[in-house]
């Protein structure tokens, strides 16, 4: 069909296409201005008027029209069906067949009324009329002038207005003539990228010579919509309309190019894709008739083969075979047939079956432990305790495959599932890479640090493009055993938001109740996962999820001491740094008091990071002054430390003592996620009334302890001397330097309950003496946690005494017995224990009128 609409006004717009006679006799004929045809039973033939514009009515019938733009000089086939549209045409064909055609504002009106109909219209003449047997009517209406609307006078039973001829500006030149060409052509170059119109249509335009006519037919017959085939009507220049006509025409053969071209694209990829597979299927042929199979029966045969190598479970082999008839069927050029060849090969390719025999040797394991990584006990003897039951097991397989059998909701459990905690730098991510080479088994690695989508441990699902399983999956892959030794570094830095929840994912694989069925999206089989020894490593309990904390065995692994680090230094970090840097051991040589030197005054820090770091900068500034001078030998002692590494950044416990040398200075212990570490609290008074404030970056725990240290203190005040009006007249300010650091929890208690007495009395703290422990308002010291790490953090400190709650007394079994052996302990059940040890001068504090002892308690 064309592109020419046969238009309805106010209801059922649609075209005429039972009646192909009219519709020819209009496309050859666009200018009609009489219509001959033979009357029938259902036709009444209609003669034009002669001069119908001196003779127009003083009321014009209305006619709204929908959709549609009648322009002058233009003939257009309309539809009506609408009861008051017909009355209208029945009343204007018993007169003088003349009505006033006027679009409407909005297509979707059923009844516009005279608001919505655009201000100029076209007066037309009713040429021909055809009452078909549904009740409607065909006409054939001609355009003949423009007019504008004056003022509605009926509305009822249908429209009728005044209005006033509004003829166009007539215009003559080059430019016109121009345009007009212009126009004609660009609606010829458009008919030829549109097969469905008409060349008896085309070349009746391009005969035309009137720019006005030019620019209203060539309109007549162009898509465009209402508002801009309004303003062509609208506009009373002619060389304004065929501008307007023409940037339209303009960007309808753009788009109908771009068009064009998008198809022709399409059908060459088409053809390209036919052509390939033609020659495929005739390539497929000749290779029978040669007795040869083609690449794609290879690739079929290829993975059955590895179907059945592989020794698959069941479910997985059945699957396996499944995709693979699949593949079978598909040709290779279809875009699932590489989607099914990925998955067939994720399939072949994991270790099902295969594993590495473990080395039961507990001799060889405690060496190769002791070999790689100095302290560190409680690691060890679990390694050692997993050798054993694993070794005790296999003697007596018989005995435990019988109990296996009888119980069949607890399966038995065959892999461990461990968690590093510790601060930086203390070997947990080396552990497991030297528990690996104790029991003789693969070693893969995971960071979770950063991950946020649970996708990345179960895998995407095959309908995604470029699907691939989980991390996990992928990394028994590359391990190519079935029970490796898998760490997965940083559980505790693992985010949750929007994409998911990766620990959420991670219950199943780290549960060993279930995965032994751990289900990956991508694979929607079961792999048998109880074999791998995981080990998680962690800098932090608090960010771990409860669920996922409880599937795991915690095993703590605190700071080293000085001596420790001393022998972790000679024995594993200098000989390191040496061959990282090229030197030989004749040529350099670390004195004991030299590397303690750079742990006092270079590093403080739980782990060895840093102390490896400076020796390798000695190094390094030792090869480079062999270059430059004829010095062949250095030896590192603590005179030259100085020279080497530049100013200290570290004091040691002098610093502790210009800090505590006043009164209202005291030492505390804090517990940090990269090891224990001291504070100082500091207090200060000056004129003022009860004021009291906290300052330095502290949470709302450590506030609370601040406030009942301060209510202790003044409920004792007649017990420790302190005037009756002091608080009367002095504000207090309790501050903990490193403002920039965060800082919460009980802990404090003590010390800041110290400082506060300290200040008040005048009493100087001692400052080799640091201390921990939260009190209560009656004054007693409850017990806190993160002892060890404490302790070693003063004893890095150089201190050397520390007090402690008396419950806490047991944790000291977990320190080394160096440091049990440098530090004095003092256990405290009450503040005023404390107070006694702490201030450097006795003070006479009156004993209570009533002691009472809690259970469990005794005197330090």
């Known amino acids: 069909m064309p592109a020419l609409k046969w238009f309805d006004f106010e209801e059922d717009i649609d075209w005429i296409r039972d009646e192909e006679r009219v519709m020819n006799d209009f496309l050859t004929k666009p200018i009609m201005t009489k219509v001959n045809a033979k009357k029938s039973e259902e036709e009444e033939e209609i003669d034009p008027e002669e001069e119908l514009l001196a003779n127009l009515p003083q009321d014009m019938p209305i006619l709204p029209l929908r959709g549609v733009v009648v322009y002058p000089d233009t003939t257009v086939p309309l539809t009506i069906g609408q009861p008051r549209s017909i009355r209208l045409i029945d009343d204007v064909v018993s007169k003088d067949r003349i009505i006033g055609l006027v679009a409407s504002r909005d297509s979707d009106l059923e009844n516009p009324g005279p608001d919505d109909l655009y201000s100029v219209g076209t007066v037309a003449v009713v040429n021909r009329l055809f009452r078909a047997p549904d009740g409607t009517i065909r006409l054939l209406i001609q355009g003949i002038a423009r007019f504008r609307l004056q003022e509605f006078t009926q509305l009822d039973p249908f429209l009728k207005a005044r209005i006033q001829l509004s003829p166009e500006k007539q215009e003559s030149g080059l430019e016109i003539e121009a345009l007009a060409r212009n126009a004609r052509n660009q609606f010829e170059h458009i008919s030829e990228l549109v097969p469905s119109i008409p060349r008896e249509l085309v070349a009746s335009i391009s005969a035309l010579e009137d720019p006005l006519q030019t620019a209203y037919v060539v309109a007549n017959f162009q898509r465009m919509d209402v508002e801009e085939s309004q303003d062509i009507l609208e506009l009373d220049s002619v060389t304004d309309k065929l501008h307007k006509l023409v940037a339209i025409l303009t960007r309808e053969g753009e788009v109908l190019e771009l068009g064009q071209k998008i198809q022709n694209q399409a059908r060459s990829e088409i053809d390209k894709v036919q052509r390939e597979y033609f020659l495929r299927e005739q390539l497929k042929a000749i290779q029978r008739e040669l007795g040869e199979g083609d690449e794609q029966s290879a690739d079929v045969e290829e993975f059955r083969r590895k179907v059945e190598a592989a020794k698959m479970p069941e479910e997985a ?117 030297s528990i690996a080479r104790a029991l003789g088994r693969k070693f893969i690695r995971i960071s979770l640090g950063g991950v946020r989508d649970e996708a990345e441990i179960r895998g995407h699902r095959r309908t995604y493009i470029g699907a691939m399983p989980g991390r996990i999956l992928q990394a028994i892959r590359r391990s190519e055993s079935r029970n490796p030794v898998f760490m997965l570094d940083e559980i505790d830095k693992l985010t949750f938001d929007f994409h998911g929840d990766p620990g959420s994912a991670l219950l199943e694989v780290l549960d060993p109740e279930q995965n032994a069925d751990f289900r990956d999206h991508y694979l929607e089989v079961a792999y048998d996962l109880s074999q791998v020894m995981f080990i998680t490593t962690a800098n932090q309990l608090e960010t771990i999820p409860g669920p996922l904390l409880d599937r795991m065995e915690i095993i703590y692994i605190s700071g080293y001491t000085e001596n420790e680090k001393l022998a972790i230094a000679k024995s594993y970090l200098i000989p390191r ?142 017990q420790l001397r302190i005037a009756p009006n002091f608080f009367d007249t002095h504000d207090l300010h309790l501050h903990i330097p490193a ?115 809690k259970p469990g308690l005794s005197k330090p």
């Not at 994720?346 to 002791?370: G, K, M, Y």
């Not at 570490?677 to 004129?687: G, S, V």
């Not at 640091?770 to 890095?796: D, F, N, S, Y």
Request: hydrophobic share 40%; glycine share 8%.
């Open 317 to 433: 082999a059945k699957q396996a075979r499944r995709e693979l008839e699949r593949l079978s069927r598909l040709p290779s050029a279809a875009a699932e047939y590489g989607v099914i060849r990925t998955y067939l090969d994720w399939l072949v390719t994991l270790p099902w079956t295969t594993s590495t025999e473990d080395n039961l040797d507990i001799v060889h394991a405690r060496q190769v432990l002791d070999e790689d990584h100095y302290g560190l006990k409680d690691v060890k003897e679990r390694i050692l305790e997993y050798l054993a039951v694993r070794k005790l097991r296999k003697e007596r397989r018989v005995e435990v495959e019988k109990i296996k059998t009888l119980d069949y909701i607890r399966k038995m459990r065959e892999g461990v599932i461990l968690c590093f905690v510790g601060p930086p730098g203390v070997g947990k991510t080396s552990l497991g890479q």
């Open 577 to 718: 740094q040496l061959r990282e840097n090229g030197l030989r051991e004749k040529e350099i040589s670390f004195k004991d008091e030299g590397i303690k030197s750079i742990i006092r005054h270079y590093t403080r820090e739980a782990g060895v990071r840093n102390l490896e770091r400076e020796i390798g900068a000695i190094c390094r500034k030792f090869v480079t002054r062999m270059s430059e001078t004829k010095v062949r030998h250095l030896t590192v002692n603590p005179k030259n430390v100085h020279d080497l590494l530049g100013k200290p950044t570290h004091y040691g416990n002098d610093e502790i003592a210009i800090r505590t040398s006043v009164p209202g200075v005291a030492t505390g212990l804090a517990w940090t996620p990269v090891g224990g570490d001291i504070l100082f609290i500091e207090a200060t008074k000056m004129p003022g009334g009860k004021g009291f404030q906290v300052t330095g970056s502290i949470g709302n725990v450590m506030q609370e302890s601040a406030h009942a240290a301060l209510s202790y203190v003044r409920s004792k005040a007649d």
């Open 739 to 853: 403002g920039a650091q965060p800082k919460d929890g009980p802990s404090a208690g003590v010390t800041m309950a110290t400082a506060l007495v300290s200040l008040i009395t005048g009493r100087q703290v001692d400052p080799l003496m640091a201390m921990t422990g939260e009190i209560t308002l009656r004054g007693l010291v409850m017990p806190v946690g993160g002892i060890k790490e404490k302790v070693l953090a003063a004893h890095r400190a150089g201190l050397h005494r520390v007090i402690l709650p008396r419950r806490n007394e047991i944790d000291l079994d977990e320190l080394p017995a160096d440091v049990r052996g440098e530090l004095k302990f003092v256990f405290a059940d009450t503040v005023d224990d404390v107070l006694r040890a702490a201030l450097l001068k006795s003070m006479p504090i009156k004993p209570l009128k009533k002691k009472t002892t």
